[in-house]
């Protein structure tokens, strides 16, 4: 092997180290060893890049990548840490694994992002949380190479904009940034949308047409909704990324694939494989890097800094100004947010809306958003959205078969008679009349609590039972205090 670096062995384990330094000098491979502080201080006086193998230090590994980020980290305990100068762990003493790692450190360069595109890359993606760093810290990773990126994460977590974060980073920034939702165009115009395709390929192809792939040369093309790909596209998909090269639909004339891909999604993909649904050659081509953008939920911290940006978007679109006292700011931070960062957003929106030019009040803010406690939970009474959500839930039915989810709901409730289940279903007005809301509002949450207990606390199942979504039903179980 032909490895010109130097390596520095830290590690108090003697044994371990001195069968490095054998294994070392026979690859004729320069070295030194050693397991005190005093070796730190040589590392940091070292201009060039240094190859260092990291076992039982006095610092935490975590601390000396962070204090040594332009030398390569190679680990000799199992870790946790995540960053770019951690090449991997050598896991056991043997040639061929740590010959492997000395490679890439060979060929490994330290990041060198400009202050201009560092402060470009926190205006793009707002928070200071943990989780906010880790994704800052893997961009700047993978920016300026061609690898293939997957960002994983719920929807409303911002992928596009760790998308766009990474394109305005990378080599190709002068490039154009080409999305599209392969989930939201129908199967059979999907190859087009890509391809392309040459005039007379179909019906209504009146003239040749380039593919996203070609408008997107140069650039990056951003894969939106992977998951929701069809399979025979997935193939098609999974040869481009291979050969780097396509066909429009109807010609015969390859065309170069130049461009870099990002793809994203909300789904497991895994989950998905197993269940034969998405391709493993092309979650493999595709998962060279991943990034996970973290829930709004896990990074509760950034919502202070969220509203002022978002505030900021918006205020020039509805005229006018916002702000939050620190109450309603607090109670913010204790919601679920089970639509992250978008669900926020249009919170914002809501409240340039309903008090312009004001600052929001925690009486103002829609009742799911209050942190309120059980006994407060108790007497609050319901706004429009909450009575709407009411309604909704047990009365509206897209179609004729929700009709028969709806008579089947009520069998299991074992009613004695037609009568009885005419009066449940339409109860008698009084002369003093009914508390329309409360009423609802007591329905509901009997037939949430009746539907958990048939389908043995399960909430998925409940929530089919219902006819509503899960997300929706967990909302209610918390708005209303009912536990499985």
Same mark, same amino acid.
């Given at each position: 092997?032909?490895?010109?670096?130097?390596?520095?062995?830290?590690?108090?384990?003697?044994?371990?180290?001195?069968?490095?330094?054998?294994?070392?000098?026979?690859?004729?491979? /320069?070295?030194?060893?050693?397991?005190?502080?005093?070796?730190?201080?040589?590392?940091?006086?070292?201009?060039?890049?240094?190859?260092?193998?990291?076992?039982?230090?006095?610092?935490?590994?975590?601390?000396? !990548?962070?204090?040594?980020?332009?030398?390569?980290?190679?680990?000799?305990?199992?870790?946790?840490?995540?960053?770019?100068?951690?090449?991997?762990?050598?896991?056991?003493?043997?040639?061929?694994?740590?010959?492997?790692?000395?490679?890439?450190?060979?060929?490994? %360069?330290?990041?060198?992002?400009?202050?201009?595109?560092?402060?470009?890359?926190?205006?793009?993606?707002?928070? /200071?949380?943990?989780?906010?760093?880790?994704?800052?810290?893997?961009?700047?990773?993978?920016?300026?190479?061609?690898?293939?990126?997957?960002? +994983?994460?719920?929807?409303?977590?911002?992928?596009?904009?760790?998308?766009?974060?990474?394109?305005? !980073?990378?080599?190709?920034?002068?490039?154009?940034?080409?999305?599209?939702?392969?989930?939201?165009?129908?199967?059979?115009?999907?190859?087009?949308? +890509?391809?392309?395709?040459?005039?007379?390929?179909?019906?209504?192809?009146?003239?040749?047409?380039?593919?996203?792939?070609?408008?997107?040369?140069?650039?990056?093309?951003?894969?939106?909704?992977?998951?929701?790909?069809?399979?025979?596209?997935?193939?098609?998909?999974?040869?481009?990324?291979?050969?780097?090269?396509?066909?429009?639909?109807?010609?015969?004339?390859?065309?170069?694939?130049?461009?870099?891909?990002?793809?994203?999604?909300?789904?497991?993909?895994?989950?998905?494989?197993?269940?034969?649904?998405?391709?493993?050659?092309?979650?493999?081509?595709?998962?060279?890097?991943?990034?996970?953008?973290?829930?709004?939920?896990?990074?509760?911290?950034? @919502?202070?800094?969220?509203?002022?940006? +978002?505030?900021?978007?918006?205020?020039?679109?509805?005229?006018?100004?916002?702000?939050?006292?620190?109450?309603?700011?607090?109670?913010?931070?204790?919601?679920?947010?089970?639509?992250?960062?978008? /669900?926020?957003?249009?919170?914002? /929106?809501?409240?340039? @809306?309903?008090?312009?030019?004001?600052?929001?009040?925690?009486?103002?803010?829609?009742?799911?958003?209050?942190?309120?406690?059980?006994?407060?939970?108790?007497?609050?009474?319901?706004?429009?959205?909450?009575?709407?959500?009411?309604?909704?839930?047990?009365?509206?039915?897209?179609?004729?078969?929700?009709?028969?989810?709806?008579?089947?709901?009520?069998?299991?409730?074992?009613?004695?008679?037609?009568?009885?289940?005419?009066?449940?279903?339409?109860?008698?007005?009084?002369?003093?009349?009914?508390?329309?809301?409360?009423?609802?509002?007591?329905?509901?949450?009997?037939?949430?609590? %009746?539907?958990?207990?048939?389908?043995?606390?399960?909430?998925?199942?409940?929530?089919?039972?219902?006819?509503?979504?899960?997300?929706?039903?967990?909302?209610?179980?918390?708005?209303?205090?009912?536990?499985?």
């Amino acid at each position: 092997m032909s490895f010109n670096g130097c390596v520095l062995i830290m590690d108090h384990n003697q044994e371990r180290r001195s069968k490095l330094e054998a294994i070392l000098s026979f690859m004729q491979v /320069e070295w030194r060893s050693g397991s005190r502080a005093e070796d730190q201080t040589w590392l940091q006086s070292q201009p060039l890049n240094l190859t260092v193998l990291a076992g039982d230090t006095d610092a935490p590994l975590a601390q000396l !990548l962070d204090t040594f980020p332009h030398h390569a980290f190679i680990s000799l305990n199992e870790t946790g840490c995540q960053a770019g100068n951690l090449l991997g762990t050598l896991a056991s003493l043997t040639y061929d694994e740590l010959t492997s790692l000395l490679l890439q450190a060979q060929s490994w %360069q330290p990041v060198q992002m400009s202050d201009e595109q560092d402060g470009h890359l926190h205006e793009l993606l707002i928070g /200071e949380s943990a989780s906010m760093h880790e994704v800052k810290n893997l961009i700047r990773q993978v920016a300026n190479k061609p690898a293939n990126v997957l960002l +994983l994460g719920e929807s409303g977590t911002g992928k596009e904009v760790i998308a766009r974060a990474i394109h305005l !980073l990378s080599l190709q920034a002068k490039g154009p940034f080409v999305p599209i939702n392969c989930g939201a165009i129908p199967a059979e115009l999907l190859e087009s949308e +890509l391809f392309g395709h040459e005039k007379g390929a179909f019906t209504g192809a009146v003239a040749a047409r380039k593919g996203r792939f070609e408008l997107a040369e140069g650039g990056t093309l951003f894969l939106d909704e992977i998951g929701d790909m069809p399979l025979p596209m997935q193939v098609k998909l999974l040869r481009v990324l291979q050969e780097r090269t396509f066909e429009r639909v109807g010609g015969t004339r390859p065309i170069t694939a130049k461009v870099r891909v990002i793809a994203a999604t909300h789904r497991d993909l895994e989950q998905m494989i197993y269940e034969q649904r998405f391709r493993e050659d092309l979650y493999y081509r595709l998962n060279v890097f991943p990034i996970e953008a973290p829930a709004l939920r896990q990074r509760q911290d950034d @919502i202070p800094l969220l509203l002022s940006e +978002l505030i900021n978007r918006h205020r020039l679109t509805h005229n006018a100004q916002l702000s939050f006292s620190p109450e309603a700011v607090a109670s913010l931070q204790k919601w679920h947010w089970p639509g992250n960062v978008r /669900e926020l957003s249009n919170l914002v /929106e809501r409240m340039f @809306i309903l008090c312009p030019n004001q600052q929001v009040q925690l009486s103002d803010l829609p009742v799911k958003y209050r942190a309120l406690t059980n006994e407060q939970l108790v007497v609050r009474p319901f706004d429009e959205l909450d009575e709407r959500d009411a309604l909704s839930a047990m009365f509206h039915a897209d179609d004729e078969p929700a009709a028969e989810n709806e008579a089947d709901f009520f069998d299991f409730q074992s009613l004695d008679d037609e009568q009885e289940e005419a009066e449940f279903m339409s109860p008698a007005l009084s002369a003093e009349g009914v508390n329309l809301k409360e009423m609802l509002a007591n329905i509901e949450m009997d037939m949430i609590t %009746q539907s958990l207990e048939v389908n043995d606390g399960i909430v998925a199942r409940a929530a089919e039972h219902l006819g509503m979504r899960r997300t929706t039903l967990v909302e209610k179980m918390k708005k209303y205090c009912i536990t499985k």
